[in-house]
């Protein structure tokens, strides 16, 4: 999944980031405004952690113009104030949730992947191919009644699989939303991934789930054995 943070005061932004890419997620951060809105435009994102006190253009309106376009991307506000107008404020505005500084950091992971399970497929907490299983809310993987580990990388490869489980997914959309926005190494890290993917979910079981569509991507099907 991929998140992007737009939050001015850079060492909080910093740590979040390095927190939640040590979680799996591919994550781009911003420290102002109008930064923040064109580039929650022109990407796309899973979820937006969006400070209110922002320098250019204030999260209140960041969030205004993005849902008054018709972006629906969970918005989780946080904020140094403290009073529950500006909470319902917020909220009014088209966040889904708000979070006031200081926070712990359990508890925005905790809301983050609450609001990402609302998103999956209609709230969904579980995705299914076949008899693989992708928790994102507990970030585990089963095949059957099998526990498969994975890394944070390899589970978040094969959640953005999962999530368009029967389609072609590109590799450049891999890494688009695995890696984050400065990511410029080499594109090949992706076959690492599906091939260590291959050899973890597959291999073990008999399985044939992740195809590769010459010159297109990868499709996660359903049981192939």
């Known amino acids: 999944m991929r998140l992007l943070i737009v939050e001015d005061e850079k060492r909080l932004a910093l740590t979040l980031a390095k927190g939640l890419s040590a979680e799996g997620f591919a994550v781009d951060v911003v420290h102002d405004g109008v930064t923040g809105l064109h580039r929650a435009t022109s990407s796309d994102y899973d979820l937006i952690i969006l400070d209110i006190m922002l320098p250019g253009m204030n999260g209140y309106r960041v969030c205004s113009t993005l849902r008054a376009a018709g972006d629906e991307t969970p918005v989780l506000m946080l904020t140094a104030k403290d009073g529950e107008y500006d909470e319902a404020e917020g909220l009014d505005t ?3 949730d ?51 580990p994975l890394t944070a990388k390899e589970f978040a490869v094969l959640e953005h699989l999962a999530v368009r489980a029967g389609e072609v997914v590109s590799k450049a959309d891999i890494l688009r939303h695995v890696w984050d926005f400065a990511y410029d190494g080499d594109p090949n890290i992706v076959e690492v991934y599906i091939s260590t993917l291959r050899r973890k979910i597959d291999a073990p079981f008999g399985r044939r789930s992740i195809l590769t569509v010459r010159g297109a991507g990868y499709r996660l099907a359903g049981d192939r054995g």
């Open 94 to 96: 088209g966040a889904d």
């Open 98 to 148: 708000y979070l006031r500084k200081p926070f712990s950091y359990v508890v925005l992971l905790a809301r983050i992947h609450a609001l990402l399970r609302r998103r999956t497929r209609g709230g969904a907490r579980t995705l299914r191919v076949g008899d693989l299983i992708v928790d994102p809310g507990t970030h585990t993987c089963r095949r059957g009644d099998c526990d498969v």
